[in-house]
């Protein structure tokens, strides 16, 4: 019975250890050595991909950054992924790309707006300012070197947003105080946490201003 017990035990082992081993080799497997005909049928769903249908695209007209912009896109296209993916302004970020962060922050006619949110469809002949317009030229914005001189970034991922934001606050006069900067820039997250910095930057911007 002992030698019988052990024989199966062995087997067991055996037959575990080349199962785990053949798992464990698979991702090492490459397209080249796939069957052929998996691979043709990848390649053929791949080409086949419906394309929109017409009456599901729109063309779009905006004034962004003070320049006449024209793009043919799906109705359903946000108003970020036009600005990023269309109009090549990556400026603006996609962060949590459910109105959450800020970081998509734009002026959409002079109010920010979470360009996640909103479709593109929506702002037909609208003016629109991005981070990529606020300098002229070499030129900052005055809210961007302050954001410099008071070292209000860190990553720099939420920046765009943030001072896009910032641009607004001050110009809807919400800078009273800092307790009042502070409640109307809580749209705007900032992981790093230079909150403190931020609100020093857009509080010299209004007084300066």
Known sequence: MSETFDEATTLKRRTFVAASTAVAGLPLLTSDR???A???AAAASASTAAPTPADQLSTIRLTVNGEQRTAKVDN???LLDLLREHLDLPGTKKGCD????GACTVLVDDRRVNACLTLA???QDARVTTIEGLARGEQLHPLQQAFIDHDGLQCGYCTPGQVMSGVACIAEGHTGSRAEI??????NLCRCGAY?????????TAKEA
């Open 182 to 187: 502070r409640e109307w820039m809580s749209g």
């Open 76 to 78: 359903r296209t946000s």
């Open 38 to 40: 998996a691979a043709a």
């Open 34 to 36: 796939l069957p052929a």
């Open 98 to 101: 459910q109105g959450a962060c």
């Open 196 to 204: 403190t910095n931020i609100v020093s930057a857009i509080e010299q």
């Open 121 to 123: 469809v929506m702002h």
